[in-house]
């Protein structure tokens, strides 16, 4: 009964820029982490960034000073702020929530959007 659901996602050229939201109703939100994975055709799926409680934030390498995860509390949203998008970043988009940290592991959480496209072309 945990919904998240995602909007943002579009069609941009290398180099600009998008800004995906992600928004949980209720009280969940502010009580679990939240992170944004992605998948691109052929390709396992993998962590973009991860936000904590604590809004201490771990980003995959490929995306460390593009990209941005913000979370707001108060709106029961999550943000990931996309910039100098590369052809590379083409992959649907999802939001997690519930992750937790094993051994410096990312595991994700139990509740899933449904994924949004974002495609960068050259």
């Known amino acids: 009964q945990v919904q998240v659901m995602e909007t943002g996602g579009g069609l941009v050229q290398a180099g600009e820029s998008l800004r995906l939201s992600c928004v949980v109703p209720?009280?969940?939100?502010?009580?679990?982490?939240l992170a944004w994975y992605r998948q691109a055709p052929g390709k396992q799926r993998e962590l973009v960034a991860r936000?904590?409680?604590?809004?201490?934030?771990r980003y995959v390498d490929s995306v460390k000073g593009r990209f941005t995860i913000t979370r707001d509390n108060a709106k029961n949203t999550v943000y990931l702020q996309m910039n100098s998008l590369k052809p590379e970043d083409t992959a649907v988009y999802y939001c997690n929530l519930g992750s937790r940290i094993n051994y410096g592991r990312i595991i994700t959480g139990d509740y899933w959007g449904q994924g949004t496209q974002v495609t960068v072309s050259s």
């Open positions: 209720g009280n969940l939100f502010s009580l679990r982490a």
């Open positions: 936000i904590g409680t604590d809004h201490i934030t």
